[in-house]
Nanobody, 111 residues
């Protein structure tokens, strides 16, 4: 299993970013996928989860209405569209599947 995140960066409050997670090594189209985030040494927080067909399984209350998880089963990629970003969204964002984590991508929201 390999999960490779991309798309993080520095953005001003109110801005947007789209994270991508390219997956390989398993049958992506059969897998529920998740995005987590972690601030410093705090516990990783589940941000969003999507089922194999694209149905939404979960959004954290803190991101509802601002973040959208989606997937492309042809490209074996899961996305996290993040709008109206706030400083408190600053974290390392991780893609997750079945006990496996990507390397993470840093998102920093600051003016």
């Amino acid at each position: 299993v390999q999960l490779v995140e991309s798309g993080g960066g520095l953005v001003q409050p109110g801005g947007s970013l789209r994270l991508s997670c390219a997956a390989s090594g398993f049958t992506f189209s059969s897998a529920a996928m998740s995005w987590y985030r972690q601030v410093s040494r705090k516990e990783r927080e589940l941000v969003a989860r999507i089922d194999r067909a694209g149905g939404i399984l979960h959004y954290a209350d803190s991101v509802k209405g601002r973040f959208t998880i989606s997937r492309d089963n042809v490209k074996s990629t899961v996305y996290l569209q993040m709008n109206s970003l706030k400083p408190e969204d600053t974290a390392v964002y991780y893609c997750y599947y079945s006990g496996k984590w990507g390397q993470g991508t840093q998102v920093t929201v600051s003016s």
